[in-house]
């Protein structure tokens, strides 16, 4: 972890000031600008605990980076697990451990609360992303193909 930056639990405080890069993390994947939205998002998944969301800031304390997590279970195995659903540093703060730390943290996080695995996805052209996820120990599924119906 970067020595400037340090990981912790987001709470309900920490909507207003996370919210900014929720909305560039949404925009990064191709959504348009809803800082409202961002903010409301936010604050309903924290606010209700159906999301556990870490937050990496600097001394000073800017968020420069966050992850979210989502619990869910998985059948096969019969256990609890997460689905790191979200995670997004600021350009600015790219290539300093920011991502490492977030993903440590959520690692930690997994392990103390019993989990057997995390689940992540990443955009195939994410090349970065995927060789720090692979340092870290993470193993791409060479078994299952992942499959969405759009509802709405």
């Not at 870490?54 to 989502?70: K, N, P, W």
Request: proline share 5%; aromatic share 12%.
């Amino acid at each position: 972890m970067s020595a400037e930056v340090a990981v912790r639990q987001a709470s309900s405080e920490d909507v207003d000031a996370l919210a900014p890069l929720f909305d560039a993390y949404r925009q990064f994947y191709d959504c348009p600008p809803d800082l409202p939205l961002a903010r409301a998002y936010l604050a309903d998944r924290i606010g209700t605990d159906e999301s556990t969301v870490f937050i990496a800031s600097t001394r000073a304390g800017d968020v420069v980076g966050f992850t979210q997590l989502y619990p869910t279970f998985c059948s096969v195995e019969a256990s609890p697990i997460f689905v790191l659903y979200d995670l997004f540093v600021a350009p600015a703060s790219r290539q300093h451990g920011v991502g490492r730390a977030l993903l440590s943290k959520a690692e930690a996080f997994g392990r103390a609360s019993g989990a057997s695995r995390l689940d992540l996805s990443t955009a195939k052209t994410n090349v970065k992303a995927q060789s720090v996820y692979e340092s870290l120990g993470w193993v791409r599924d060479k078994v299952f193909l992942q499959y969405s119906l759009p509802l709405a």
